[in-house]
């Protein structure tokens, strides 16, 4: 077998998230489509998820929460993680919290170990990776907590939400993009924190200019060949397996004998019907719209898997890295 030009992870976020969004990833896992997961244990359905992941063999990781529905740990009543619900403060108001000192640190380290222990009691193993849900996990002081917690437990690999050509993408609202460069700047900001606990994550990451609406085949191969470079075997972002500075400005890599490894974030699923669903809130806009369902077309579009073939792009798992 030739050696593939690229290695990419295409993960299925927010597994576990309802019995719908179960279903359309492990429909796209059988077709192909995706080719990891990420599990929200704190999801109202994770516990189906995990057992559909051992059922199917699909290879799995944490997708650790802080911002939706209600702790893992029961150690947290008033704790400033919360509102005065019981559940987080959601992706804007964790984000305002932490701004202004709100939050304390010695929770949120709480609060993860609880998650990575509930995921193995979930799954039988250890995550093959763990990210954070709405990218709290590259957050200014949680990103230190997160990256120690991960090297605790010995888990190899994150992600880094840094894309090629997100500046430049017409395809994202105004409001989107702010919170995009943000979370990328962020990102940028846990590099050295991620590098110095041992941490990796593929060269290549790419997922922002195609959530939803823009996610078609010809969006993805967009993506994918900005990202990669014209001959597939350069990256216009990359820090090799978490080595090396990282800017947006980084020269191309090298051509090297192995390939370049790439992640695709992906939510497919068929749209939520409340009130099942979410993280004890309900499930949110996005995932009772149509969006899901786009994606989840897009990545079993015979003509995307084709594409992936023709260009000796390789779909894995983290575990495959």
Not at 117 to 134: A, I, T
Request: hydrophobic share 35%; proline share 8%.
């Amino acid at each position: 077998m030739p050696q593939p030009k690229v290695k990419l992870v295409v993960t299925g976020d927010d597994f576990g998230y309802c019995p719908r969004r179960n279903r359309g990833i492990v429909e796209c896992f059988l077709k192909g489509g995706v080719s990891n997961v990420s599990l929200l244990v704190n999801a109202t359905s994770a516990m189906d998820a995990a057992e559909l992941a051992k059922r199917h063999h699909i290879p799995i990781g944490l997708h650790a929460n802080l911002s939706e529905g209600s702790p893992v740990s029961l150690c947290l009543k008033g704790s400033s993680l919360l509102n005065e619900e019981g559940y987080f403060h959601g992706k804007t108001g964790f984000r305002k919290a932490l701004l202004s000192g709100q939050l304390n640190m010695t929770e949120v380290e709480q609060e993860l170990r609880a998650q990575v222990k509930r995921f193995c009691e979930l799954v039988g193993h250890l995550p093959f990776h763990m990210d954070g849900h709405q990218h709290v996990h590259v957050l200014p002081e949680v990103r230190e907590v997160f990256a120690q917690v991960v090297a605790d437990f010995g888990i190899q690999y994150t992600r880094i939400p840094v894309e090629p050509g997100l500046h430049t993408c017409p395809l994202i609202p105004p409001h989107l993009r702010d919170f995009y460069i943000q979370v990328q700047n962020d990102a940028l900001s846990s590099v050295e924190v991620f590098q110095r606990h041992g941490i990796r994550w593929p060269d290549v990451y790419l997922g922002l200019t195609t959530m939803g609406q823009n996610m078609s085949v010809p969006n993805i191969k967009q993506a994918l060949s900005y990202a990669l470079g014209a001959n597939g075997l350069t990256s216009a972002f990359t820090t090799p397996l978490g080595t090396g500075a990282a800017t947006e400005e980084t020269p191309p890599v090298p051509k090297t004998d192995r390939p370049i490894t790439a992640e695709l974030m992906v939510h497919p699923g068929h749209p939520s019907q409340p009130p099942e669903g979410g993280c004890g809130q309900g499930p949110d806009d996005f995932s009772q719209s149509e969006d899901r369902q786009q994606e989840l077309d897009t990545l079993t579009d015979p003509t995307l898997l084709a594409y992936f073939k023709q260009e000796s792009i390789q779909l894995c798992a983290f575990r495959d890295l």
